[in-house]
């Protein structure tokens, strides 16, 4: 995979914000910064990683030993240094390395909404004379920002996202459970290339009531029930998040509108998608697209998120109190969720990036005009 990181925008971000040194220890901003993807991150949170870039371009990568040999060719940075677990920790060894290039009294910015406290206090401790400052807002500032090569992998993942859906609507059939139908969708998702999955949600009927539950295992797939899956994985550490819905059998008249309702309106809040739109701008044009539509009073926490690494939720999240100004080269998950009488959430999520002459949409491999139907 090519190195993605907005070079030029972290620069500036680290001016303005004053930083000397940026540091990132979380699985997804050791990637964005060194090109190292770290299975285990997530899992082990003692064995920690550092990467981190300077104000001058320098660079570096700090993991244990036993992790080098698997992420040594992919790691774009100019220092890469091991400790070895038990005998040493990533936070010595990187309090050592800022030592060594100047930054022992520097501005260095520290992702303190992951870092565990402990560890931040011991880093200070190491560097007395530092001073940690929250370095969270950069990185997202720069990561909202995609490079061209980023927003090519974006896109080629996500199509390959759509096609495992469309594979998995298309292969089942009434009276299979949610799970049957949950372990086609990984399959697809693997054989399509992806390394693993972040997140699979697939609800059957009732179950669409449920933000995020897992598979059921007794639930079947009976005529009449709408299908609601939403889906993530990673493809070469690259995150994607995708939304389609399915009916087993023919829509009744309500189901048919509230899926039209909801088509509609997911295609005017990508339509709002402009540089200098704010996010908050955004949200309020989900809720007039359903008040148009017979929906009025539509409230929900969010109507779409930035999508960057690892396919999690980024800033900006397009929330009413949001009033970032959206940019060109960002690139949007939208998804104004719409719930009927019973609560059952119907879901269209699609991949845009936005550009000075309108949004353009990424996921282009299925057709979202109707529910897939299964039989």
């Known amino acids: 995979m090519p190195k993605v990181r907005n070079d030029a925008r972290l620069a500036r971000e680290l001016n303005a914000a004053g930083i000397d040194i940026l540091v990132a220890f979380s699985m997804e901003n050791v990637f964005y910064l060194s090109g190292a993807l770290f299975s285990l991150q997530d899992n082990i949170r003692d064995r920690l990683a550092a990467a981190g870039v300077g104000r001058d371009g320098r660079d570096f990568l700090i993991c244990a030993t036993n992790e080098t040999s698997a992420i040594e060719d992919a790691a774009h940075v100019g220092e890469l240094r091991g400790y070895v677990e038990f005998s040493g920790t990533a936070i010595t060894a990187l309090a050592d390395l800022l030592r060594e290039w100047g930054y022992d009294g520097a501005v260095i910015g520290i992702e303190k909404r992951y870092l565990m406290a402990a560890y931040f206090e011991a880093l200070q401790a190491l560097l007395p004379r530092a001073k940690l400052v929250a370095g969270d807002r ?21 199509r390959l996202t759509e096609q495992a859906l469309q594979q998995t609507f298309e292969n089942s059939h009434a009276g299979e459970t949610e799970k049957a139908m949950a372990l086609r969708l990984l399959t697809n998702m693997h054989e399509l290339g992806a390394d693993t999955v972040r997140h699979a949600v697939l609800t059957v009927g009732d179950n669409a009531r449920h933000a995020h539950p897992y598979p059921s295992a007794a639930k079947r797939l009976d005529p009449g029930d709408i299908i609601r899956v939403d889906v993530g994985g990673l493809f070469g550490g690259y995150g994607t998040d995708i939304a389609r819905m399915g009916i087993v059998g023919a829509p009744n008249d309500e189901q048919q509108r ?118």
């Open 138 to 158: 950069v990185i997202e500032a720069v990561r909202a920002i995609k490079t061209p090569e980023h927003i090519e992998i974006i896109g080629r993942s996500s």
């Open 258 to 375: 509230l899926y039209e309702t909801l088509r509609n309106s997911q295609r005017a809040v990508a339509a709002a998608l402009r540089p200098g739109a704010r996010a908050c701008d955004v949200y309020q044009t989900a809720v007039e697209a359903y008040a148009a539509q017979g929906e009025a009073g539509y409230r929900r926490d969010h109507v779409g998120h930035s999508l960057s690494i690892l396919g999690g939720h980024d800033e900006p999240m397009l929330h009413a109190g949001n009033q970032t100004a959206l940019e060109e080269n960002m690139v949007m998950a939208i998804e104004p969720i719409l719930k009927d009488s019973a609560e059952r959430r119907y879901t269209v999520e699609d991949t845009y990036l936005v550009t000075a002459a309108g949004p353009q949409l990424l996921t282009t491999a299925t057709d979202t005009r109707a529910m897939h139907r299964i039989w």
